[in-house]
């Protein structure tokens, strides 16, 4: 049993955005030199999650209206008054609570074992950011 770690960089442009990390991650596996195991994919921030679902542009632009629709940027909230990160994003983290930081992906054979329409997102929800980072860690063999 190996264990491979690397972390991504991924830069925002928007204060929401979903960007596919899925190639990324391909390629991870693909170069670690490991065959069979589990990728596990965590964000390693309060205000940017990792989702699994389905690449297709329109839904995408339905993900972001109603990631917007659901928690309002501009809510009362304590968070806001004095952030210790310096940002009004109480919405993000809120936003945050319905959301997974991490998901594990199982592989074999150096493929990803995702489902046809399955694709890896990175869920910017307080951007824009230079530079956001995911981890990724294989075990396996
Ligand atoms: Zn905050």
């Keep these: 049993m190996q264990i491979v770690t690397k972390i991504i960089s991924v830069e925002t442009v928007s204060p929401v955005e979903i960007i596919d990390i899925t190639p990324e991650i391909r390629n991870t596996v693909c170069s670690s030199g490991l065959r069979d195991g589990t990728i596990t994919v965590i964000s390693r921030h309060t205000t940017a999650f990792i989702n699994i679902n389905e690449k297709e542009d329109r839904l995408l632009e ?8 659901l928690v309002p940027r501009d809510g009362n909230y304590s968070h806001n008054i004095s952030p210790i990160d310096g ?14 930081a991490s998901e594990s992906i199982p592989f074999s054979g ?24 995911v981890l990724l860690q294989l075990t396996g063999i």
């Design 62 to 69: 339905d993900m972001v209206t109603f990631i917007k629709r």
């Design 87 to 100: 940002r009004d994003n109480a919405h993000s983290h809120l936003l945050g609570l319905f959301m997974n």
């Design 110 to 133: 150096g493929e990803l074992l995702l489902g046809k329409w399955q694709s890896v997102f990175f869920i910017e929800l307080d951007g824009p950011r230079p530079e956001r980072t």
